[in-house]
């Protein structure tokens, strides 16, 4: 099975960026949709962006226009670029297998905040 290492996070005053890295132990070549999610604190957890294996994207409104995610199968690696950083952005971020979401990692902070 699986396993998934995010990476990247940190805190980053509004307005700043951060790219995030998503590092699997195995090919993610078959894995037909990876996805970002996030979970802020006393709220459930909630996707921010999906890649296909073809490379259609989609993404949560919120992050429209300021995240971009992006997916290198030969490093096993999905990305998750974010830029305009917002107080509300603050949250662990989790990458996984979009469809099965049945293994999830440690996640990674990202922090926005003066």
């Known amino acids: 099975q699986v396993q998934f290492m995010e990476s990247g996070g940190g805190f980053v005053q509004p307005g700043g960026s951060l790219r995030l890295s998503c590092a699997a132990s195995?090919?993610?070549?078959?894995?037909?949709?990876m996805g970002w999610y996030r979970q802020a604190p006393g709220k459930q957890r909630e996707p921010v962006a999906t890649?296909?294996?073809?490379?259609?994207?989609s993404y949560v409104d919120s992050v429209k226009g300021r995240f971009t995610i992006s997916r290198d199968n030969a490093k096993n690696t999905v990305y998750l670029q974010m830029n305009s950083l917002k107080p509300e952005d603050t949250a662990v971020y989790y990458c996984?297998?979009?469809?099965?979401?049945?293994?999830w990692g440690q996640g990674t902070q990202v922090t926005v905040s003066t």
């Open positions: 195995g090919s993610i070549a078959s894995i037909l949709v």
């Open positions: 890649i296909t294996s073809g490379g259609r994207t």
């Open positions: 996984t297998d979009a469809i099965a979401r049945g293994v």
